[in-house]
């Protein structure tokens, strides 16, 4: 299974994409890449309030501060969501996702217009959720 890509490359890959059509293909396929879940990272701690469908994501700072995600969800464009937000976020320490310009990387992918009301809802809940706990982590 291919990795995902890192913020810079999801950029230009989403440029690329045709039309909506092609940009959702490209965001399941994004979410197909994400490693399964164990158990213990299925947990409610994990579970994210306020997605209609359900999603977890899991957080582990590393000794070097770094903080790695893993995540899931039970319907296949969400679940591309939940890898677009990973790859924004993996790897960096807690100072670092909380300065980043998170509504800039989304506005330059153009998502929130092609989002039904209830998934832009849970993909700010999503990072609400990650800027919350980046909060307690720092």
């Known amino acids: 299974m291919p990795a995902l890509p890192d913020e810079h490359k999801l950029l230009r890959n989403f440029s690329r994409c045709q039309d909506w059509e092609e940009r959702y293909l490209y965001m399941i396929e994004l979410g197909g890449r994400l490693p399964d879940l164990t158990e213990a ?12 469908s359900q999603v977890w994501i899991d957080m582990q700072k590393q000794s070097d501060g770094a903080i790695m995600f893993a995540g899931d969800s039970d319907a296949a464009i969400v679940k591309g969501l939940v890898a677009i937000v990973i790859i924004l976020f993996q790897g960096k320490t807690a100072q ?7 509504k800039s990387f989304f506005e ?7 989002l039904t009301p ?21």
């Open 96 to 102: 670092q996702i909380l300065g980043l310009d998170v």
């Open 41 to 52: 990272q299925r947990s409610d701690n994990n579970l994210i309030a306020g997605c209609q």
């Open 108 to 114: 330059q992918l153009a998502l929130e217009q092609h």
């Open 118 to 138: 209830s998934r832009t809802q849970g993909l700010n809940a999503m990072i609400r959720s990650i800027l919350a706990r980046a909060g307690q982590l720092a």
